[in-house]
């Protein structure tokens, strides 16, 4: 699976009705209001690893190919 940027993730997050809640230093909060879960998205200049990135998909219940779709 490919790398992203925390900048196209935050994207992706919010178009699938998650919202910035806060921001911690370096990382943003996001929300959803549907299921109240939170997801932290580190937000560094770097591209995020894959680690990071399957586990805010899973954090969010959304999916790879979510992921791909949106990036289309």
Same mark, same amino acid.
């Given at each position: ?7 196209? &993730? ?7 009705? $998650?919202?910035?809640?806060?921001? *911690? $230093?370096?990382?943003? &909060? ?8 939170? *997801? ?10 894959? $680690? *990071? ?6 954090? *969010? $219940? ?11």
């Amino acid at each position: 699976m490919k790398q992203f940027n925390p900048e196209f &993730i935050i994207k992706f997050l919010i178009h699938n009705w $998650w919202i910035i809640d806060h921001t *911690t $230093w370096s990382h943003k &909060i996001m929300y959803n209001e549907n299921s109240k879960k939170r *997801t932290v998205v580190p937000f560094h200049k770097k591209d995020l690893p894959i $680690w *990071t990135l399957l586990a805010i998909l899973k954090q *969010t $219940w959304l999916t790879k190919q979510n992921l791909l779709d949106f990036k289309k």
